[in-house]
């Protein structure tokens, strides 16, 4: 699905970002990015989401190089991505069934096909409800699931998320992963980069570790050992 | 919408429709925002106004020189020694010819008397021991000559018959009228291509700081796929919004500025026996300014918000 070979990034400010990375993400799997800040996660998945182009090596997409994609078909590559942000990135002035619309409308798809297909991505969430609030008026968990609704909508082959707990507390968390869980069981590949390393533990996805750039870990973590049961007291 | 019909049928309708909703979200925010929208528009009408006034003046000027052109007469002096019957056996003559409309046969003695109204040299005509005019013929070129080529072409036909001494057309200084209204018409011209450079900036920098009031919804759609041309469908709407009140404004300008200008205007038309009933735009010049202020503020809009998208989207 993802297949990167010897990606490198340097911003001409702030040197390498990503040094020879390479890495493949099969159709259907769900991994995990995880690093500290500034060890390239982001822009990883901006390279792959074509917001930004590598220095050096080649990424595909669905067998697709992305070094050879003309400007004009990169709004239908990310419209095969779906993005997930920390920040959510919704459109205030708009309802909930309006942002979630928004991949689809700008796909020129009909609108009876739109309702439907928005509702659906409101329903897996289960925001059906809130579909005409506005997004300023929801929780800061609420306004994720508006975000992966969003995503999803389009029925992305891939997702790629991006820090998508950063700002929730770690109940909310578990509810959006297994949200994503539930995508990755429908057969979509998800990409998502984290900090929370209980949670990657938890889920026992493959795990792929970022250093200063560098890819210096490419695993699947054990669950964590159950805890001990408390002795008897005698 | 039904979902009956073919995908493609649909797919057309959904786009119609977004254009339509950018259309009508567009004027909504303009709307939303009076005082701004007003000033932008105010500043296009004027810029659209200016040489559309000056063009509908030209034009009112242009038709009444015309018009004198056209009833100017040309004088043929006959040789001082043909008499006046021989003149009206000429004049009859020429009244045959298709390209006259009519001859005045000019006596001496009508010369001399008009010599002696008109000159201010009245008491020196008075002195002359006998009268040294020729009779003079006015001829009228008929209606359908066009002026310039044509009636040139008539006067020196006429030039060389025989028993003319010299001919003459009277409208000379209406020619070198036209001459300084072609020029006029250059200059406005000139005036509105720089003029409506102006109003390409306006516009452009109204929709630049719309776009960076909504770099963050820009930004979004971006993200999801959107295409240039969806983002920058209601930045181009809203710049045709703006050409075209723009154009409607400075139309109504125009029409005010020649209701104000009638008065004076008929009072030098006045001076000079004539009559001007100034006219506003015609239907084809009143479309023109909408249509030019409405491409005017859609290629000022298409600069800006392809400049926002170019740094927005270095990829």
Same mark, same amino acid.
């Given at each position: 699905m993802i297949e990167l070979a010897h990606v490198s990034k340097r911003y001409p400010e702030r040197g390498d970002a990503l040094r020879d990375l390479s890495f493949r993400l099969e159709a259907g799997e769900m991994a995990f990015l995880t690093g500290h800040? @500034? #060890? @390239?996660k982001s822009t990883l998945l901006k390279l792959i989401g074509l917001l930004e182009r590598p220095s050096h090596g080649s990424i595909r997409v669905g067998g697709e190089d992305l070094a050879r994609l003309p400007r004009r078909r990169i709004p239908a590559h990310r419209r095969r991505i779906g993005m997930v942000f920390q920040d959510h990135r +919704?459109? #205030? @002035?708009?309802?909930v069934f309006d942002n979630v619309a928004l991949p689809l409308v700008t796909a020129g798809m009909p609108r009876d096909e739109i309702g439907r297909r928005v509702r659906a991505a409101l329903d897996q969430v289960g925001l059906l409800k809130l579909e005409r609030a506005l997004p300023l008026t929801l929780s800061s968990g609420e306004q994720q699931r508006v975000g992966i609704a969003r995503a999803v909508v389009g029925r992305p082959e891939v997702i790629l998320a991006d820090? *998508?707990? @950063?700002? +929730?507390?770690p109940d909310l968390s578990r509810e959006i992963f297994r949200l994503f869980e539930r995508f990755h069981q429908l057969g979509v590949s998800l990409l998502i980069a984290t900090h929370d390393l209980a949670l990657i533990r938890a889920m026992g996805h493959r795990t792929l570790v970022l250093k200063q750039g560098r890819l210096v870990a490419d695993a699947i973590p054990r669950p964590p050992a159950p805890q001990a049961a408390p002795e008897p007291v005698s | 919408m039904s979902a009956r019909g073919p995908r493609w049928l649909r797919c057309l309708l959904t786009w119609a429709g977004e254009h339509r909703r950018a259309a009508t979200e567009t004027i909504d925010r303009l709307a939303r925002a009076p005082l701004g929208t007003l000033m932008t528009v105010a500043a296009i009408a004027i810029a659209l106004a200016l040489p559309a006034t000056l063009l509908a003046i030209t034009d009112n000027l242009e038709a009444l020189a015309d018009d004198w052109r056209r009833g100017a007469a040309l004088s043929l002096f006959l040789a *001082?020694? +043909?008499d006046e019957t021989t003149a009206e056996a000429l004049a009859a003559a020429l009244r045959l010819r298709i390209d006259i409309d009519r001859v005045d046969v000019i006596s001496r003695a009508q010369g001399l008397a008009e010599l002696r109204e008109h000159s201010g040299l009245g008491s020196a005509v008075e002195q002359l021991p006998d009268n040294p005019l020729p009779v003079v013929l006015g001829v009228y070129p008929a209606a359908d000559l066009t002026p310039g080529d044509d009636v040139d072409a008539l006067l020196a036909s006429l030039a060389v018959l025989p028993g003319v001494d010299f001919a003459q057309a009277d409208a000379q200084w209406i020619r070198r009228l036209n001459a300084i209204l072609s020029l006029l018409r250059e200059g406005v011209l000139l005036l509105g291509a720089m003029l409506a450079l102006g109003v390409v900036l306006v516009v452009g920098n109204t929709i630049r700081l719309e776009t960076e009031n909504r770099r963050d919804e820009i930004q979004v759609m971006d993200l999801v796929g959107a295409t240039g041309a969806f983002i920058r469908r209601p930045f181009l709407y809203a710049g045709a919004w703006y050409g075209l009140l723009g154009g409607l404004l400075a139309w109504a300008l125009v029409d005010a500025a020649m209701w104000l200008l009638q008065a004076p205007a008929g009072r030098v038309a006045a001076l000079y026996d004539a009559e001007l009933q100034l006219t506003a735009l015609d239907l084809r010049q009143s479309l023109s300014l909408l249509g030019v202020g409405t491409l005017l503020g859609v290629v000022g809009s298409r600069i800006a918000v392809g400049r926002h998208l170019a740094r927005l989207r270095p990829v």
């Open positions: 800040s @500034g #060890a @390239g +919704l459109l #205030a @002035g708009r309802s820090e *998508p707990t @950063g700002n +929730l507390d | *001082p020694e +043909l």
